[in-house]
């Protein structure tokens, strides 16, 4: 049993959708506020051509557009002060911060990362589940057939195929990357692609 069918059907024509542990009913029943900003910020989200040929930095123009949509929703990058305690003796258990976290919810923009970073986000969700300070985590990052613009625009060689896209999300979270977590991806498709220049 899959609840996918809960994203509405604009968003599962634009994006890529996937879940693992039935993630988009979690999101729905049990965080509605987070849900509907979810909703809200990607169908207003489109893939900018001007954005794609800009040149890139520490964080793209995609990505801080991304994460600035959900900022002005109430989310906030996030870290969390993790310890395990074992007889009075207290270990540090540290944990990678969120891109955009609000109430229980965990969210991370994966726009050209080299794809270990996949393993890192699943890693901190499956962590962060299993202390109790999540309910559902994620990842929105871009769908592979996006490299035929990027070649088309020059810019391949920035988006190559070591870096993060859906296909090498989707084998992670489906061989348990995430652990008891549930988790919804979504990947940008090129129907969302826009010639803005």
Known sequence: MTTLHLVPDDLRQLYHVHEWRNAAGV??????????????????FRLLKSEIRAQGGNRSLISRRLDGAFYARGWQEKNFSTAILVDKQRFESPTHHVDCFKGRVALEIEWNNKDPFFDRDLNNFRLLFDLRAIDVGIIVTRGSELQRIFNRLGKGASYGQATTHHEKLVPRLDGGGGGGCPVLTFAISERLYVEDL
Do not use: G, S, T
């Open 27 to 44: 999101l729905k029943a049990a965080c509605p506020e987070e849900w509907k900003d979810l909703i809200a910020v990607l169908r207003e």
